[in-house]
């Protein structure tokens, strides 16, 4: 029988890449005000701060590797579409590590920093370099109108309604690496749960929905991803 995966994923599958986390005791809104950095209240008030701290997380993102977690969910992708199922790779975070580790199909429902999105005409380029105020439009040639393609608080994510028709189709609910803080992703497990799909949860600390999962294995992304895609692959998942 063919396959059908949901997996949802959350910063913590890119820590052992060496990118920080959000909420984890070092993580980055710990240390820095989010409604100043990831909102466009903050943007418009300071938009030369806000550029300098997603400056650094995308120079950080393009220094980055893939980590064994990566590297197994596109081994799960192309192992399940060749036995006609599907991996329907929703991910909370904004690095291009999936697509590096070899994801061809991956939602970014919290956009992509390496993408940057002009407000005056819209275009949403590939971006790889440092944005700033001065930063002029590829395609307008507006200045000053030029942000990370990012989702921020207060903002609409992306591909809803993409995430909820798979949601329904998927015949097991993984989420890896994330707290569960943040709506709408985290209430993705209770909607598996009244569809009657297994849910599992793999992270290093219990995440605040843990109670939602009907099972949970605490441990390092790098070590517990591969181990539930061979269980998959093998039939034993
Ligand atoms: N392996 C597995 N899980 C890990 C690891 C690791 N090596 N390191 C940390 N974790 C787990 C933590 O236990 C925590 O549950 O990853 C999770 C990180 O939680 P957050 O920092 O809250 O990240 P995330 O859940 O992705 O945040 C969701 O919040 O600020 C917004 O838009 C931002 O997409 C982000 C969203």
Redesign the pocket.
């Known amino acids: 029988m063919a396959r059908t995966l949901f997996v949802l994923t959350?910063?913590?599958?890119s820590?052992?890449s060496g990118l920080g986390?959000?909420?984890?005791t070092d993580?980055a809104?710990a240390r820095f005000d989010?409604m100043r950095l990831?909102t466009p209240e903050g943007f418009a008030a300071d938009p030369v701060l806000v550029h300098a701290f997603y400056n650094q997380r995308r120079r950080d993102a393009v220094r980055a590797a893939p980590n064994p977690a990566h590297t197994a969910l596109a081994r799960l992708e192309t192992e399940l579409t060749s036995r006609g199922g599907r991996l329907f790779l929703c991910t909370?975070?904004i690095d291009d590590l999936h697509e590096r580790a070899g994801c061809r199909a991956v939602t970014h429902m919290?956009g992509e920093l390496l993408r940057a999105r002009c407000v005056a005409c819209g275009t949403e380029p590939v971006w790889h370099d440092d944005l700033s105020v001065e930063t002029a439009c590829p395609a307008c040639g507006q200045r000053g109108g030029m942000r990370p393609d990012v989702?921020w608080f207060g903002e609409m994510p992306k591909h809803l309604e993409a995430i909820d028709e798979a949601l329904a189709e998927a015949d097991l609910f993984v989420a890896?690496?994330?707290?569960?803080?943040?709506y709408p992703?985290a209430g993705y497990v209770a909607q598996a749960r009244a569809y009657g799909i297994p849910t599992l949860a793999?992270?290093?600390?219990a995440?605040d929905n843990a109670g939602m999962f009907e099972s949970t294995r605490l441990?390092?992304?790098?070590e517990?991803v591969p181990a539930l895609v061979d269980e998959v692959l093998s039939g034993r998942l």
Not at 176 to 182: L, N, P, R
Not at 202 to 205: A, I, K, N, R, V
């Open positions: 959350g910063a913590g599958i820590a052992e986390t959000f909420r984890d993580g809104w989010p990831a909370q975070n919290h989702v890896i690496g994330t707290s569960g803080a943040v992703a793999l992270t290093l600390e995440a441990g390092r992304a790098s517990t």
